[in-house]
């Protein structure tokens, strides 16, 4: 099992714990190495103590080309064997450049010599080459094309025109996919002295069973990330709640608009935090964003604090409607017109990863 790169979140507080959650699943699932993409680069410094401590639990990396504060990730190819057959598993960032960001941490050495002499090492002892390569599409073909001899490429950022397999001088290239919503599984087989391959994705959807370790590691990451929700809840009202006055809630509409809000309370929206509630994820920021009113920004807190703000509410689409209410009851003269709910709204939460069958004509008309 071997994983070309990209995990990592997008850097954050909670991207962070996810991190070093990420690292134990793949210690726990028995992963053989591990590369590492720009993202990995990005965590930084903390990126550097978690791999260090991946690799301490033996989850290899096997990046050979990157060094960290002068300090080369892995100095050889990693040699597996199985089934008999030996597996020299290499890895390049074949990317060009490091992203600016990443720069102060990490070194590229782009030299052709190091590449040859690793792959030279690597087809000295094993017989089969799989290689991790991190980069676009044209510097992976390019680097297949001067180093021939590599059996299977695995790249780490998955490509549109990767979903069925591309042959490049005799190396076959594959990609899992993205956001782990896949497996990718190669059979290798030898007859003679020729090998074939046979590759397929595995959907990793509900029909997969959890695995008790697993799944005990994902409550413990749960467990850290309410601890941070309670801290950000902490922080914004110290320091947050002054900047965003109060909104308005879907209660405070119900009295004029009572066909309208008798509607909306039947609707998935109303009920958003229960699907939460039913999986312990209420606490999870990352979830609470799309599944509230203005989360920390005048609405939803905490579902202890403000339970009123739970759910999808008529602000979130219509705005603040900031002088609505004075207006229609007669108390001022003029009011801010709301803004038009278009489809750009509804895609901020119905993202095509949430909801690849979003069709606003028709789905606006379930609103309420
Ligand atoms: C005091 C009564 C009253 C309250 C409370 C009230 N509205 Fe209205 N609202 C009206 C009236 C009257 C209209 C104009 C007639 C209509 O479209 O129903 C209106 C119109 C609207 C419109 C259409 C505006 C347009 O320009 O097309 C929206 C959207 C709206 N209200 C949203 C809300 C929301 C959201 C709330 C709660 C935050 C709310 N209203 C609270 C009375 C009220
Ligand atoms: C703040 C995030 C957010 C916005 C904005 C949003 N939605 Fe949703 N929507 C959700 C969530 C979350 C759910 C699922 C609720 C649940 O069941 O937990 C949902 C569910 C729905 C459903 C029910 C789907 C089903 O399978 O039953 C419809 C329809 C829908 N939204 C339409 C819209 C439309 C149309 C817009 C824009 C006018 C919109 N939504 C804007 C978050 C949002
Ligand atoms: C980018 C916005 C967004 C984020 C972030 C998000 N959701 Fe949702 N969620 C949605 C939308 C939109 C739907 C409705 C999808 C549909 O109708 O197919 C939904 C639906 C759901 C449902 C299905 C409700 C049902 O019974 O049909 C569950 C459960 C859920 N989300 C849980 C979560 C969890 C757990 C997280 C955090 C790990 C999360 N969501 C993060 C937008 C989001
Ligand atoms: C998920 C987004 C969403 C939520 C939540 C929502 N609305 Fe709307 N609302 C819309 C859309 C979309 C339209 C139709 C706009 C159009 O067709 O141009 C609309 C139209 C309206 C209108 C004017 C047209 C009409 O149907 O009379 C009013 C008034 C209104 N909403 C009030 C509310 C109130 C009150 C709530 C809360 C109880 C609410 N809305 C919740 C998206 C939303």
């Known amino acids: 099992m071997i994983d070309a790169g990209e995990f990592a979140p997008i ?30 680069m990005l965590m930084q410094r903390d990126t550097y103590n978690a791999l260090q401590k991946a690799k301490a639990s033996r989850v290899p990396l096997a990046t050979l080309n990157v060094s960290f504060q002068g300090t080369r990730l892995c100095s050889k190819p990693l040699i597996l064997r199985r089934g008999g057959v030996s597996i020299g598993i290499v890895s390049f960032f074949v990317g060009g450049h490091i992203p600016e960001a990443a720069k102060m941490y990490w070194a590229l050495d782009a030299s052709e010599k190091t590449a040859l002499e690793q ?10 080459i799989v290689a991790m390569l991190h980069g676009d599409m044209s510097q992976t073909s390019a680097f297949v094309k001067r180093h021939k001899g590599i059996d299977i490429v695995i790249l780490s950022h998955c490509l549109a025109e990767l979903k069925t397999p591309v042959n ?28 074939s391959f046979a590759n397929k994705l595995i959907p990793l959807d509900q029909t997969v069973p959890g695995d008790p370790l697993l799944i005990s590691t994902y409550a413990r990451y749960l467990e850290r990330v309410a601890q941070l929700s309670k801290e950000l809840t902490k922080k914004h009202d110290e320091e947050v709640a002054a900047q965003f006055p ?17 509607t909306w309370k039947e609707t998935p929206h109303a009920h958003a935090i229960e699907s939460l509630i039913e999986t312990n994820e209420h606490q999870n920021p990352e979830c609470i964003i799309c599944h509230t009113t203005y989360y920390l920004k005048g609405g939803f807190v905490s579902w202890g604090k403000t ?4 759910g999808i509410q008529c ?7 900031e ?11 003029k009011e801010n017109a709301p803004p038009v709910v278009n489809q750009d709204l ?5 993202t095509p990863d949430q909801d690849d069958g979003f069709n606003f004509e028709r789905d606006k008309k379930l609103v309420h």
Not at 315 to 321: D, I, L, N, P, S
């Open 246 to 262: 109060p909104v308005l809630r879907a209660t405070d509409c119900q009295s004029c608009h009572s066909d309208i809000y008798n």
């Open 307 to 310: 339970p009123e703000y739970a």
């Open 119 to 128: 792959l030279a090492y690597a087809r000295k002892n094993a017989d089969l």
């Open 346 to 350: 509804c895609l901020q939460c119905h």
């Open 323 to 333: 002088g609505h209410i004075e207006f229609q009851s007669g108390t001022s003269q």
């Open 168 to 195: 490049i001088d005799d190396s076959l290239l594959l990609c899992a996919g993205s956001e782990g919503q896949y497996l990718g599984r190669v059979d290798v087989y030898r007859t003679g002295g020729t090998w």
């Open 315 to 321: 602000t979130q689409c219509h705005g603040r409607m």
């Open 11 to 40: 850097y954050s507080q909670q991207g962070e714990i996810k991190f070093e959650a990420l690292l134990e699943s793949f210690h726990q699932m028995q992963y053989d190495a591990i590369s590492i993409g720009t993202r990995e």
